[in-house]
């Protein structure tokens, strides 16, 4: 399978590509069920001098695994909630040096569903932290997907 983008929203911390203190993830499909994102952090994301912040870490991870449910239909996303994370730090996460950061769906069985997240060094393939999740449908009538488009959800050009 070829390389599928999946949306970005306006605001959202991970992929929201017009919030001001953002991560702007642009986060593409590898595989059914498999996602993958290259990021670089930036200094200001930094807890000790060097080293991305363990909540940045967590947050990447929780994202990143909960979009390998997403699906690649930007028409129809499973939206899912963290019900559980639990994050695994193997190695310090460094500051500007780029990072490859990989969700694999696990599990899905009615509303809920399992998923792993994992961050890499892109240029050595080494595990820095990895997180299993597990993760809950999104009620619809908490977000109404007929509004995606207000809320920016949409595939934005590189």
Sequence with gaps: MTRRKQPNSKLCFIC?????????????????????????????????????????????????????????????????????????????????RALRVVGKAGRARGKSAEAWGGIYLADTGELLAEGSTLLIDVPSDALDVARLGELGWRIYPD
């Design 16 to 96: 929201g590509l017009q919030n001001p203190v953002g991560l702007h993830l642009h986060i593409y499909e590898t595989a059914p069920g498999e996602v993958e994102a290259l990021y670089t952090a930036p200094e200001h994301f930094q807890g000790y001098p060097g080293v991305l912040h363990g909540g940045i870490v967590g947050a990447l991870i929780d994202e990143i695994s909960g979009r390998s449910h997403m699906g690649s239909d930007p028409a129809a996303p499973r939206f899912m909630y963290t019900a559980k994370l639990e994050v695994k730090y193997r190695r310090n996460v460094p500051i500007a």
